[in-house]
């Protein structure tokens, strides 16, 4: 939202096969979070990072991998070890990951893998 | 761990009736944010309450913080089209993280 894409908007890949998904900010923030949504479900915590060089796994890190190089980029790889990957990814920011910032999210990623 | 619960669930209701969803945290919030997803669309901030018992509002929406900093609600009067989507409470993981817990999630239908 204003300030954070993400690219593609929809990607397709074949069982086994590894896929990156871009997340960019432009906000200045230090925290970056990714979330994965699944039809008619809430929003589950991925990986997330309070600044450059720093993540942490959230609650369903399995299968996928990040990296925090730059302060604006927050790349999503999704593994083949992922059992279930079709699903809509949400990047995120915050300025701080502080307890009163509120969180900016882009516009997604729908992944499908055949 | 920490647990933040939304009902109902789903909602379905004519155009002009009231609607209302509840968030529950399982421990208490320094602050409770709201935030709106249209169908296909991305989770869109729309408010944040602080203090014990603080009521907030937009237009048609009335947001309150319970007393004890557990539980929070949204209220809509007289719902339009334009209200449809998802509603997410969230509220700070605590710790030095301070990551959001998001709520589950009410998806309100609204029947013209």
């Known amino acids: 939202d204003g300030g954070i894409t993400q690219s593609p908007k929809y990607l397709f890949r074949k069982e086994g096969q590894n896929v990156t998904l871009s997340c960019e900010q432009n906000l200045n923030h230090d925290a970056m979070y990714w979330y994965r949504q699944d039809p008619g479900q809430g929003l589950r915590l991925i990986y997330y990072?309070?600044?450059?060089?720093?993540?942490q796994k959230g609650d369903i890190a399995e299968g996928y991998s990040v990296s925090r190089e730059k302060k604006e980029s927050f790349p999503l790889t999704v593994t083949s070890a992922q059992k279930n990957p079709t699903a809509f990814y949400l990047c995120a920011s915050r300025p701080k990951a502080s307890s009163s910032d509120t969180q900016y999210f882009g516009p997604g990623t729908r992944l499908t893998v055949l | 761990g920490q647990q933040v619960m939304q009902i109902p669930q789903y909602q379905h209701v004519q155009e002009g009736e009231d609607f209302t969803t509840y968030c529950n945290s399982s421990t208490t919030l320094s602050n409770i944010q709201w935030y709106k997803q249209r169908p296909g669309g991305h989770p869109v901030f729309l408010i944040q309450?602080?203090?014990?018992?603080e009521v907030k509002k937009q237009k048609r929406l009335t947001f309150q913080f319970g007393e004890a900093k557990k539980n929070s609600s949204l209220h809509i009067t007289a719902t339009q089209t334009t209200d449809v989507g998802t509603y997410f409470c969230?509220?700070?993981?605590?710790?030095?993280?301070?990551?959001?817990?998001f709520g589950t999630g009410t998806l309100l239908a609204v029947q013209p």
């Open positions: 309450l602080v203090k014990s018992g």
């Open positions: 990072s309070q600044i450059v060089n720093d993540f």
């Open positions: 969230a509220g700070p993981g605590g710790g030095a993280t301070n990551k959001l817990i």
